[in-house]
């Protein structure tokens, strides 16, 4: 059996079972020392079995203590093999104790009549055969545990054993959609064993993980499942379990289904797009039955699914640490080979981090759609567009822009693919997140919000197609430098990130996170849909401040390239061009660099009709004044 962390067996049953007989014969097989439990008992207990007196808690207290300390002396050896009767659950707790999940139930099961046979048999053992029935009284079947009858030779059981232990999966992943396909065949090219379920619906979904495994020559060692309690037996404990179904409702069935299925210490790994608040409730509820959550971003879409994803766990960091290995493996690798994944924090972050993440992207995708409609107003075709974003493409090294580009060149029937995509974006979720998020939190992501307000535009085509009718505005070309456009373009995407960071800023400080916000730049320099150039610069710009605004740099840029982004946003405005995020870049600078803003007036109109009071600028002891306006 192959296992990184030393492992515990406890082969557990009444008396007369072969606890003994079974336990040496596996510890031969596994080379790990064999213990048995019978030679713990203290003198009392063996007179108090002799005389045929059953055994009460108190009596096996110190018993069940002595078991656990060998067990955790032998954990951080090699392992070991124990046989120890466990006739309740709370003794396997006991028993279980400080272990961490490096444990294995091996219960051997058998009639009444067939073990009093045994018993009767048996010479040189204190336990006498009329205690038997005592107890099967008060046994209570291990959950999760490795059951075998003992009609079987011990020989058998044993080899039954080693093949249960050797076919098991390290991991496993339920939810075989584009993204769960994707990160499966990843797992398993890494070399580690994987367990795949899929649900079965008749006439939908049918097959579906056999039919997977088949096509990809990395999943020949897998194991595929359609039944969910075949699929968690397949699995080594603690059981690691990745979730890759859709967000909402059908995250919580999930989940519901697999509690009475796990165990303490186990973990469930949710890889979709969850709200974060709902990622901290679900942590309590399973914390209650000692399972483990971890809330889990995962950026890169299909491919960096397959080939190296970001990666953003937030949750309980023992749990972290435990499947850290395996996400490590799979994630994408920063510029020193560093993998791009790292513990967030705790409840809720990682979900965070990835909800933010995917605000950023909204803003920077719209970016590219207005240069796009801004060149286009200019005359240009996609394959010139293309070409002058491709003069930007080295120093940027932007993932959306190299799409964008593939995109704008890509032909369909000597016509540009992009003239036949109706022009309404849908979105799923995140942006809104996002912009609720920071109204939440009082954080002005402006360029989120104008993005995700954008592509509620787009979705009144038929209302657009009408009011352009009766109130024609037509898009009229301007004259600039097209490198002015480009610089406008670098500054608005700097604004755009400035936003992103404050808004995770805030949230670490509200919820108590202690985000690093350096570490989640630098899982973002690869893997992801943001990764950049600029988010390079970042991982060193936030090891030092932690507001991108003030940062020399930053001022430094601002300063250079806030002329092109006015000039360009003015010229948009009188040529009838909507550029929702570029106008809120220009807005929020000139908002966050005066001192003075008129919000004064804003809130004696508050305190007029609402009595909400004000604070006063000579008045330096913060008090909050109301005045009777109408006298």
Same mark, same amino acid.
Request: positive net charge; contains cysteine; glycine residues 8%.
């Given at each position: 059996m192959n ?7 406890f ?9 003994t ?9 596994l080379r790990i ?5 019978d030679? $713990?008992?203290?003198e009392s ?7 045929g007196q059953?055994?009460?808690?108190d ?8 078991l656990?300390?060998l067990?955790?002396q032998h954990?951080?050896k090699s392992g070991?093999v ?5 006739l309740?659950e709370?003794y396997?707790?006991l028993l279980?104790d400080g272990?961490n999940n490096a444990?294995?139930?091996i219960?051997?099961?058998?009639? $009444?009549e ?11 053992h204190?336990m006498p055969?009329?205690l038997?029935q005592?107890?099967?009284?008060i046994?209570e079947?291990?959950?999760q545990?490795l059951?075998?009858?003992?009609e079987n030779?011990? @020989?058998?059981?044993?080899?039954m ?8 999966a ?6 075989l ?13 890494k070399?580690v ?6 649900r079965?619906?008749p ?8 039919? $997977?495994?088949k096509?990809?020559?990395?999943l020949q060692?897998s ?6 309690h ?8 603690p ?8 967000a909402?409702?059908a995250?919580?069935t999930?989940i519901e289904k697999?509690?009475?299925l796990l165990? !303490? ?9 969850s709200?974060f608040?709902d990622?901290?409730k679900r ?7 000692? *399972?483990? $959550? ?7 879409g299909e ?5 190296g994803?970001?990666i953003m766990p937030g949750?309980?960091?023992?749990a972290?640490?435990?499947?850290k290995?395996y996400?490590e493996?799979?994630a994408?690798k920063?510029?020193n080979?560093?993998?791009?994944c790292?513990?967030?924090g705790?409840?809720g972050s990682?979900?965070f ?6 605000g950023?992207e ?8 207005e240069?796009?409609q801004i060149?286009k107003?200019n005359?240009?075709n996609?394959d ?8 930007i493409?080295?120093?940027?090294q932007s ?8 995109i ?6 000597n016509d540009?693919?992009?003239?036949k995509?109706?022009d @309404?974006?849908?979105?799923k ?9 920071s109204?939440?939190?009082?954080v002005?992501?402006?360029?989120i919000?104008?993005?995700l307000f ?8 038929d209302e657009r197609?009408q009011v352009?009718?009766i ?5 009229n070309a301007?004259?600039i430098n097209?490198?002015?456009?480009l610089e406008?373009?670098?500054?608005a995407?700097i604004?755009?990130?400035i936003?992103?960071f404050?808004?995770?800023k ?16 630098r ?8 990764r950049?150039e ?13 507001d991108?605004?003030?940062?020399v740099d930053?001022v ?5 390239? !806030?002329?092109a982004l006015t000039?360009?946003?003015a010229?948009? *405005?009188d040529?009838? *061009?909507?550029?929702p ?18 919000a004064n007036?804003i809130?004696a ?6 009595a909400h ?10 008090n909050?004044?109301h005045?009777?306006w109408l006298?």
């Open positions: 296992n990184s962390t030393p492992q515990i067996f082969v557990m049953g009444v008396s007369g079972v072969g606890k007989t079974v336990g040496k014969l596996l510890a031969q097989q020392p064999f213990f048995d439990g030679d $713990f008992h203290s207990n063996i007179q108090k079995m002799a005389s059953p055994l009460n808690d009596d096996r207290a110190e018993w069940l203590k002595s656990n300390d067990a955790n954990v951080q070991c124990i046989a120890c009767s466990s309740k709370k396997r707790t279980e272990l444990v294995n139930r219960f051997l099961k058998g009639s $009444f067939l073990i009093s046979e045994r018993l009767k048999n048996r010479k040189g204190y055969t009329n038997l005592s107890q099967f009284d046994l079947e291990p959950d545990a059951t075998y009858k003992i030779s011990p @020989k058998t059981i044993v080899e054993i080693a093949q249960n232990l050797e076919t098991q390290e991991f496993g992943l339920i939810g959609g584009v993204m769960g396909k994707s990160l499966c065949r990843n797992i398993a090219s070399g064993k994987i367990s795949m379920f899929n079965h619906v006439e939908k979904e049918e097959n579906i993980a056999y039919n $997977f495994k096509q990809h020559v990395e060692n194991l595929v499942f359609d039944q969910l075949k699929f968690v037996a397949s699995l080594k404990r059981r690691k379990i990745f979730l890759m179904v859709n909402g409702p995250i919580d999930v697999l509690i009475p165990s !303490k210490e186990d973990i469930i790994i949710d890889g979709g797009n709200h608040k990622t901290a942590e309590g509820l399973l914390s209650n039955h000692g *399972i483990f $959550f971890i809330g889990c971003g995962v950026s890169g491919e960096g699914a397959l080939k994803p970001s949750g309980d960091k023992k972290y640490e435990i499947i290995p996400l493996k799979i994408a920063d510029k080979a560093k993998a791009c790292t513990y967030i705790k409840s990682g979900h981090t990835k909800m933010v993440h995917n950023i909204y803003a920077e995708m719209q970016l590219l759609a240069l796009y060149f107003a005359g240009k996609p010139e567009i293309a070409l002058i974003f491709s003069s493409e080295a120093d940027a993932y959306l822009l190299e799409i964008t580009i593939d704008l060149r890509k032909k369909e029937n540009w693919l992009i003239h995509i109706l @309404k974006a849908g979105n979720g995140t942006g809104n997140w996002t912009t609720i998020t109204a939440q939190l009082g002005p992501s402006t360029l919000s104008g993005a954008a592509r509620f535009l787009s979705a009144y085509k197609v352009q009718e109130l024609p505005s037509k898009l301007f004259d097209e490198n002015i456009i406008a373009y670098q500054l995407r604004v755009n990130h936003q992103g404050k808004l995770l805030q949230a670490s400080e509200t919820y108590k996170w202690s985000l690093n916000l350096s570490e989640i730049t899982i973002w320099t690869n893997g992801c849909i943001i950049s600029f988010m390079e610069k970042l991982v060193d710009m936030l090891k030092n401040e932690n991108l605004i003030l940062h930053t430094s840029s601002i300063k250079k390239l !806030k002329p000039q360009v946003v010229k948009c *405005i040529s009838n *061009i909507s550029v995020c570029l106008s809120e870049a220009i807005n929020y600078l000139n908002g966050i660099s005066q001192a003075d803003s008129p007036l809130q109109q508050r305190d007029y009709f609402g009071t004000y604070q006063r600028v000579d008045d330096k002891s913060g909050f004044h005045t009777d006298n």
